[in-house]
């Protein structure tokens, strides 16, 4: 019989035998492949200190931008527009047809939607009243 266990501070051997059971359910239905394959795009400076950066989950159709963070001191300055850029030039370089990624409600909605993506949906109240906004982008 099994049980049920909570746990606050899983192992990540653990976290990686559920990581693993769905890769592999989906993989039975989806093939090889999906968002299994991850690339980085970094801001750096001279002395390799990084700035900023994206990192992102990639298959044969669709990139992911799971994180895009600039530094405060280098915002503002049209890094994010070119760090989202070079990640989606590289998405298409792979083969990939689409960019989607998501944000929150007092992230970055505008900067996406300025930068070409299109809202796909919300989830109100995500967390403490703030939304989580879903949005993609057809590549070239």
């Not at 239905?29 to 900023?52: A, Q, R």
């Not at 030039?89 to 070409?116: H, I, M, P, V």
Request: charged letters at 25%; hydrophobic letters at 35%.
């Amino acid at each position: 019989m099994h049980k049920i266990v909570i746990n606050y501070d899983a192992n990540d051997a653990d976290k990686k035998v559920i990581r693993e059971g769905i890769l592999a359910f989906n993989k039975g239905i989806l093939g090889k492949g999906m968002l299994e394959k991850t690339f980085s795009v970094f801001l750096k400076d001279e002395s390799n200190n990084i700035h900023g950066g994206i990192l992102a989950y990639f298959d044969s159709e669709s990139v992911f931008v799971d994180v895009l963070w600039v530094d405060e001191n280098s915002r503002h300055q049209g890094y994010g527009s070119k760090l989202l850029r070079a990640a989606e030039n590289e998405a298409c370089n792979l083969g990939c047809r689409y960019s989607t990624l998501d944000t929150w409600s007092f992230q970055a909605e505008e900067f996406y939607l300025k930068n070409g993506y299109e809202r796909l949906g919300e989830i109100k109240n995500y967390y403490l009243h703030h939304s989580k906004i879903f949005l993609r982008k057809k590549l070239a």
